[in-house]
Nanobody, 121 residues
Framework: QVQLAESGGGLVQPGGSLRLSCAAS????????MGWYRQAPGKERELVAI???????NYADSVKGRFTISRDYAKNMVHLQMKSLKPEDTAVYYC???????????????WGQGTQVTVSS
């Protein structure tokens, strides 16, 4: 039983900022990579940013220089600081984590329910 809970989404004007947070809870032994994905209406879900257990980070080209992903290993949390937001950033943002639970040895992929980010004037 692992749950990911996102928070921080909302409505913001172009050029504004939002900070998304995701907290993983449950029978967690260890979390490998944690990341953020987004899906806009009519589009495929895409990777926004991902951070490995070792701290390696990858960003989508469209958000480089504007978004920052960070992680609190002790709290099983990941954050996405978004600045200079554009209308094309409008999407449902999903938290993702690769989790090894205390009930097994294999890694499973878990998803949050998503949080809506709307960038509009």
């Amino acid at each position: 039983q692992v749950q990911l809970a996102e928070s921080g989404g909302g409505l913001v004007q172009p050029g504004g900022s939002l900070r998304l947070s995701c907290a993983a809870s449950g029978s967690i032994l260890l979390i490998n990579a944690m990341g953020w994905y987004r899906q806009a209406p009519g589009k495929e879900r895409e990777l926004v940013a991902i951070i490995s257990r070792g701290g390696s980070i990858n960003y989508a080209d469209s958000v480089k220089g504007r978004f920052t992903i960070s992680r609190d290993y002790a709290k099983n949390m990941v954050h996405l600081q978004m600045k200079s937001l554009k209308p094309e950033d409008t999407a449902v943002y999903y938290c993702n984590a690769g989790v090894i639970t205390d009930r097994g040895l294999s890694e499973n992929d878990y998803w949050g329910q998503g949080t809506q980010v709307t960038v509009s004037s």
